[in-house]
């Protein structure tokens, strides 16, 4: 590849460097719930929705990283051990979940990782100029980041409608602000907008749900109690090149307690 380690500014080397030890974390934090799903010999009800979906993050980034050539090998190397986990949790979940589970998930498979990648890969090479390719790919990687980062929204109308963080793991929350943070800053001094833009909603989402752990972290009300129906599986993706998880497998599966049957825990 073109360009190889050698980025214009050396601190976005420096940035691109935090951005893959970060986000190297974060793919591997999934690890104690696959952990515990082949314990278990089941998924739990959990979702591998995802898990999808950071495996199409992954394949994106890198199709971009290729057409764009130069200072992209950052992007390559942690997006490619991305792909490469979130395949082995896709068929950990597929080993272990129930059929209708496993049909979604062929099914969410097939529509995005197959179908939209292999359309997205076709519409991109049909442009004639190499620099109109790369603007048309980074400004759809633009638009899935930002509809990935808006995810949060939803955990965030029910740490205010219950006044609870129950659901809203402050670490979650610190590592989200910290790699957007990161990335924005890798985007900004290697002067690529399409990494840049995306990460300031998602600083902006992380330091909100911060400031709501802070206001909400000693309120004493159980979210239980206020939510009606299914905890929705919320994803945030922690790193914009990185992993879309969701807050918490336990979380996302855990029945909410009648008036009867309320517990201490």
Same mark, same amino acid.
């Given at each position: 590849?073109?360009?190889?380690?050698?980025?214009?500014?050396?601190?976005?080397?420096?940035?691109?460097?935090?951005?893959?030890?970060?986000?190297?974390?974060?793919?591997?934090?999934?690890?104690?719930?696959?952990?515990?799903?082949?314990?278990?010999?089941?998924? =739990?009800g959990?979702?591998?929705?995802?898990?999808?979906? $950071?495996?199409?993050?992954?394949?994106?980034?890198i199709?971009?990283?290729?057409?764009?050539?130069?200072?992209?090998?950052? #992007?390559?190397?942690?997006?490619?051990?991305?792909?490469?986990?979130?395949?082995?949790?896709?068929?950990?979940?597929?080993?272990?979940?129930?059929?209708?589970?496993?049909?979604?998930t062929?099914?969410?498979?097939?529509?995005?990782n197959?179908?939209?990648?292999?359309?997205?890969? #076709?519409?991109?090479?049909?442009?004639?100029?190499?620099?109109?390719? %790369?603007k048309?790919?980074?400004?759809?990687?633009?638009?899935?980041?930002?509809?990935?980062?808006?995810?949060?929204?939803?955990?965030i109308?029910?740490?205010?409608?219950?006044k609870?963080?129950?659901?809203?793991?402050?670490? #979650?929350?610190?590592?989200?602000?910290?790699?957007?943070?990161?990335?924005?800053?890798?985007? %900004?001094?290697?002067?690529?907008?399409?990494? $840049?833009?995306?990460?300031?909603?998602?600083?902006?989402?992380?330091?909100?749900?911060?400031? %709501?752990?802070?206001?909400?972290?000693?309120?004493?009300?159980?979210?239980?109690?206020?939510?009606?129906?299914?905890?929705? =599986?919320?994803?945030?993706?922690?790193?914009?090149?990185?992993?879309? =998880?969701?807050?918490?497998?336990?979380?996302?599966?855990?029945?909410?307690?009648?008036?009867?049957e309320?517990?201490?825990?």
């Open positions: 590849m073109a360009g190889g380690l050698s980025l214009a500014h050396p601190w976005a080397f420096t940035f691109g460097i935090l951005g893959n030890v970060i986000s190297f974390m974060v793919y591997l934090a999934p690890l104690t719930t696959f952990y515990r799903v082949y314990k278990k010999k089941s998924t =739990e959990f979702q591998s929705l995802p898990y999808v979906v $950071a495996l199409f993050s992954s394949m994106l980034w199709f971009y990283a290729f057409i764009k050539g130069h200072d992209a090998f950052l #992007l390559i190397t942690i997006n490619s051990f991305g792909c490469v986990v979130e395949t082995i949790y896709i068929i950990v979940y597929l080993i272990y979940a129930p059929k209708k589970a496993r049909v979604h062929f099914k969410m498979f097939s529509l995005l197959f179908g939209l990648f292999s359309l997205i890969v #076709l519409c991109t090479l049909l442009v004639s100029k190499a620099s109109l390719r %790369l048309v790919l980074g400004w759809i990687c633009v638009a899935f980041s930002v509809s990935v980062f808006a995810a949060p929204l939803s955990i109308r029910l740490v205010i409608r219950t609870s963080v129950e659901f809203m793991p402050f670490s #979650l929350s610190f590592f989200l602000t910290l790699s957007a943070v990161v990335w924005f800053s890798f985007g %900004l001094f290697s002067k690529d907008i399409y990494i $840049a833009l995306p990460n300031i909603l998602g600083f902006t989402f992380g330091a909100v749900q911060m400031v %709501l752990y802070i206001i909400y972290k000693d309120t004493k009300v159980p979210a239980s109690l206020a939510v009606d129906g299914k905890l929705p =599986e919320n994803m945030l993706e922690i790193s914009k090149l990185g992993p879309c =998880e969701p807050i918490d497998a336990d979380l996302a599966t855990k029945p909410h307690a009648t008036k009867n309320m517990s201490p825990v």
